[in-house]
């Protein structure tokens, strides 16, 4: 089946590093992103992973991933106020190897405490 | 380079009308995908076009549909309204090739009320 979760909320407090993780289960994922949503804004892009990688790491931000135990977690490191915003983890399911549709998660909530 | 362009931002319609909202993806992307945002299902794929053809769709009934021009440009339409499809409903576009990252590239979304 499709699916992915997360937990709801984090609260950090600034400078110190945060890590949201995600669980999936489709074996078939080809890649895996992490999405950042500030109040009332679409959806941005802040990195993804293809399935066979354990890590990918790029400026604050480093993605680990367990292939094994389908899991994902995205490291920020030097939290600051304005990372504040919900991230969410989406995994690519493609059929017929062409395209695909995005699973999201339901978003994980990060607020950080100056 | 400009972004996905999502008209129109907010809307206001009654149960049983209809909508249709518009999405221009980023120059050069062929592959346009919808999804709805609800507080209670979060984020949910509607249906993906490439090249003026659905290539995928999700779990929504008949009500829901869109369609692509040759210009990449694709709307979607929402019939007989009701006060669940209250939502934000984002487009995204990618370049839609096979064997690409295929990374989203979303834009801010129709913000839809349904009275």
């Known amino acids: 089946g499709e699916d992915v979760e997360q937990s709801l909320f984090l609260s950090v407090r600034e400078g110190d590093s945060s890590v949201i993780n995600c669980t999936y289960t489709?074996?078939?994922?080809?890649?895996l992103y992490w999405y950042k949503q500030e109040p009332g804004a679409g959806l941005q892009l802040l990195t993804y992973i293809f399935s066979n990688m354990d890590m990918k790491q790029d400026q604050r931000l480093t993605v680990l991933l367990n292939k094994k135990d389908k899991h994902l977690s995205l490291r920020i490191a030097d939290t600051q106020t304005g990372d504040s915003a919900i991230y969410f983890c989406a995994e690519k399911i493609s059929p017929y190897n062409q395209g695909g549709k995005l699973i999201f998660g339901q978003g994980t909530e990060l607020s950080v405490k100056p | 380079k400009a972004g996905v362009t999502q008209t129109p931002r907010y809307l206001i319609k009654t149960r049983g009308q209809q909508v249709t909202l518009s999405c221009s993806p980023i120059s050069g992307h062929r592959s346009v995908s919808w999804y709805q945002q609800t507080p209670g299902q979060g984020l949910q794929f509607l249906f993906e076009y490439f090249s003026e053809t659905q290539r995928n769709k999700g779990n929504f009934p008949g009500r829901f549909s869109g369609r692509q021009f040759s210009n990449s440009r694709s709307e979607m339409n929402v019939s007989t309204l009701e006060l669940g499809d209250s939502a934000l409903y984002l487009c995204?576009?990618?370049?839609?090739?096979?064997?690409?990252?295929?990374?989203?590239?979303f834009g801010e979304g129709s913000r839809l009320t349904v009275l």
């Open positions: 995204a576009s990618s370049s839609g090739l096979a064997g690409v990252t295929g990374e989203l590239f």
């Open positions: 489709d074996s078939s994922s080809t890649y």
